[in-house]
């Protein structure tokens, strides 16, 4: 049976992650999109919301983490995300992450988007 799906497309936030100096001090958009595979049938069923994953928690994960601590790599942002939705939502058996910063500029030229993805299951020490 194909996994039950909680998207959340086009979260865009303000941060202050990067390697370079520039990005840590000036900040730049994020732009997230979440995908958090859990068994919705009781959801479904029963249309309570403690039965699903609360889309506006989730959100609100996101954005702490965004709008948080600054980071090096994009790929750290991910992991804590992904981390985040499994400590927070026991439903999630598996949570992608998509993290792109618009308009990243590489040796003089401008890229439409730099992004990383990742792609987790739960594992026993997320709980």
């Known amino acids: 049976m194909?996994?039950?799906?909680?998207?959340?497309?086009?979260?865009?936030?303000?941060?202050?992650?990067?390697?370079?100096?520039?990005?840590?001090?000036?900040?730049?958009?994020?732009?997230?999109?979440?995908?958090l595979e859990s068994d919705l049938r009781r959801a479904g069923e029963t249309d309570t919301l403690d039965a699903t994953v609360n889309y506006s928690e989730a959100y609100e994960l996101v954005a702490e983490i965004i709008e948080?601590?600054?980071?090096?790599?994009?790929?750290?942002?991910?992991e804590r995300i992904a981390r985040a939705m499994f400590e927070r939502f026991?439903?999630?058996?598996?949570?992608?992450?998509?993290?792109a910063k618009p308009g990243v500029a590489i040796s003089g030229s401008i890229l439409r988007e730099a992004a990383v993805t990742i792609d987790r299951e739960r594992t026993d020490k997320h709980g």
């Open 68 to 78: 948080g601590e600054p980071v090096n790599l994009l790929e750290t942002l991910a």
């Open 90 to 99: 026991s439903l999630v058996q598996r949570s992608r992450v998509r993290i």
């Open 2 to 35: 194909p996994p039950d799906t909680i998207s959340l497309v086009g979260i865009t936030l303000y941060g202050y992650h990067g390697v370079r100096p520039e990005e840590r001090a000036l900040g730049q958009r994020f732009v997230v999109d979440l995908e």
